[in-house]
């Protein structure tokens, strides 16, 4: 399923300042409310580590005290295609940049949909790439034999001709060794042909990676062997252009996808074959509607962290009959809530990849507006009626 355990305890590593509720706020009553809100984070939250604006006074307006931001009053997930890390490594990475109390079942990655392909590859060898900690998230979800790209490359003399010129060849996390290790006791990797390869997270070492993606994919899964089908290609996104610290776009994993897709068919008789996770996909809202839905029934219950919302199918569900999808990237955030339709509603924020005067040529959003507060007083203003 979409969401994950939730983490029982945490600490806030920087104190929680009291802020004035300014705006409108919502009544106190018990009734649950009837909507969800789904946040981008890169672009609409942050720009690399920086908090935009006042993106913490927004989220702190949906918690039942706003000077003690732990427990909802409005159910909202951060729906986004960044990841490398475990979704509750996320959340608490996100709980101390924004101030307020993020648990793992609100944090939807672009691989997160992965753990759906565990009982098709769980007991294969699987290759992950990208940055943070592949290999940890696949292993994670469940994947027994999964290697990282920096474990595999190593295993493999001279699969990387340039290596001998980069600082860091060939140097393993500590953590990565364990899981290298571990693996190696089952597994002779040299040996042993790779099932399928998932892109989890943006690849750094762009060189290498689509080297021996190629080796890999054209192979039948072993590098330095000739002949088989080309194993599955997965991608936890296909983002071409994403807003981070700099303060123009940067490439992202559609990019990697073009590059490598283009030398691919360039140097193999078959055209490359992959699937493309992720929004805008339409299953990507339809999974983050399912979770708004559990999160909207666990507010108000005597349990705090909801450890139920990832894995009980008959987890009792409340309507929700409005919601809405806060991003900066037009082709991404807002092409994707308007494809999934109704009972989404997109709002386009100006404060990242998109920051242009009225609305998107190619992909209006239902609304634009200038920061994700601007959005949050909108959605705030309109539900006002349920609660007087």
Same mark, same amino acid.
């Given at each position: 399923?979409?969401?994950?355990?939730?983490?029982?305890?945490?600490?806030?590593?920087?104190?929680?300042?009291? =802020?004035?509720?300014?705006?409108?706020? %919502?009544?106190?009553? #018990?009734?649950?409310?009837?909507?969800?809100?789904?946040?981008?984070?890169? +672009?609409?939250?942050?720009?690399?580590?920086?908090?935009?604006? +006042?993106?913490?006074?927004? =989220?702190?307006?949906?918690?039942?005290?706003?000077?003690?931001?732990?427990?909802?009053?409005?159910?909202?997930?951060?729906?986004?295609?960044?990841?490398?890390?475990?979704?509750?490594?996320?959340?608490? !990475?996100?709980?101390?940049?924004?101030?307020?109390?993020?648990?793992?079942?609100?944090? $939807?990655?672009?691989?997160?949909?992965?753990?759906?392909?565990?009982?098709?590859?769980?007991?294969?060898?699987?290759?992950?790439?990208?940055?943070? !900690?592949?290999?940890?998230?696949?292993?994670?979800?469940?994947?027994?034999?999964?290697?990282?790209?920096? !474990?595999?490359? *190593?295993?493999?003399?001279?699969?990387?001709?340039?290596?001998?010129?980069?600082?860091?060849?060939?140097?393993?996390? #500590?953590?990565?060794?364990?899981? $290298?290790?571990? =693996?190696?006791?089952?597994?002779?990797?040299?040996?042993?042909?790779?099932?399928?390869?998932?892109?989890? *997270?943006?690849?750094?070492?762009?060189?290498?990676?689509?080297?021996?993606?190629?080796?890999? %994919?054209? #192979?039948?899964?072993?590098?330095?062997?000739?002949?088989?089908?080309?194993?599955? $290609?997965?991608?936890?996104?296909?983002?071409?252009?994403?807003?981070?610290?700099?303060?123009?776009?940067?490439?992202?994993?559609?990019?990697?996808?073009?590059? =490598?897709?283009?030398?691919?068919?360039?140097?193999?008789?078959?055209?490359?074959?992959?699937? *493309?996770? +992720?929004?805008?996909?339409?299953?990507?809202?339809?999974?983050? !509607?399912?979770?708004?839905?559990?999160?909207? #029934?666990?507010?108000?219950?005597?349990?705090?962290?909801?450890?139920?919302?990832?894995?009980?199918?008959?987890?009792?569900?409340?309507?929700?009959?409005?919601?809405?999808?806060?991003?900066?990237?037009?082709?991404?955030?807002?092409?994707?809530?308007?494809?999934?339709?109704?009972?989404?509603?997109?709002?386009?924020?100006?404060?990242?990849?998109?920051?242009?005067?009225?609305?998107?040529?190619?992909?209006?959003?239902?609304?634009?507006?200038?920061?994700?507060?601007?959005?949050?007083?909108?959605? %705030?203003?309109?539900?006002?009626?349920?609660?007087?």
């Amino acid at each position: 399923m979409m969401a994950m355990a939730c983490v029982r305890k945490f600490r806030f590593t920087r104190p929680l300042f009291h =802020l004035q509720w300014r705006y409108y706020s %919502l009544q106190t009553k #018990s009734e649950r409310p009837t909507f969800g809100i789904a946040f981008d984070i890169d +672009g609409v939250m942050l720009r690399g580590r920086n908090v935009i604006g +006042g993106a913490t006074q927004a =989220l702190r307006r949906l918690f039942k005290d706003p000077s003690n931001p732990t427990e909802l009053r409005v159910p909202f997930v951060f729906l986004t295609n960044g990841g490398g890390l475990r979704e509750s490594e996320r959340a608490i !990475e996100l709980s101390n940049l924004l101030g307020v109390y993020i648990k793992s079942c609100q944090v $939807l990655q672009g691989h997160t949909p992965f753990r759906k392909l565990v009982n098709r590859f769980g007991d294969e060898l699987v290759l992950a790439v990208g940055k943070g !900690e592949p290999a940890n998230v696949m292993s994670e979800y469940g994947f027994r034999k999964v290697v990282s790209m920096d !474990e595999y490359a *190593s295993s493999f003399v001279n699969i990387d001709p340039l290596a001998q010129y980069k600082s860091c060849a060939n140097q393993l996390s #500590s953590h990565n060794k364990d899981l $290298l290790s571990q =693996l190696e006791g089952d597994v002779d990797i040299t040996n042993t042909h790779v099932h399928a390869a998932f892109v989890v *997270s943006d690849p750094i070492d762009w060189g290498r990676d689509i080297q021996v993606l190629c080796d890999v %994919l054209r #192979s039948g899964g072993l590098p330095g062997k000739s002949g088989g089908h080309q194993p599955p $290609l997965f991608f936890a996104a296909d983002d071409l252009e994403y807003q981070a610290a700099f303060p123009t776009v940067r490439l992202g994993m559609g990019a990697f996808r073009i590059a =490598l897709e283009s030398i691919f068919n360039r140097i193999h008789h078959s055209a490359l074959t992959y699937t *493309s996770f +992720g929004k805008p996909n339409a299953t990507v809202f339809k999974d983050a !509607e399912i979770v708004l839905q559990k999160i909207s #029934s666990s507010i108000g219950s005597e349990t705090t962290d909801h450890p139920k919302i990832s894995n009980a199918e008959n987890f009792p569900t409340h309507e929700i009959k409005s919601l809405y999808m806060i991003g900066d990237n037009p082709p991404v955030d807002i092409f994707g809530a308007r494809q999934a339709g109704l009972p989404w509603f997109s709002i386009l924020t100006r404060t990242g990849c998109f920051s242009g005067e009225g609305n998107h040529a190619d992909f209006p959003a239902d609304l634009v507006v200038d920061t994700v507060e601007d959005a949050i007083d909108y959605i %705030l203003k309109k539900h006002s009626k349920e609660y007087l």
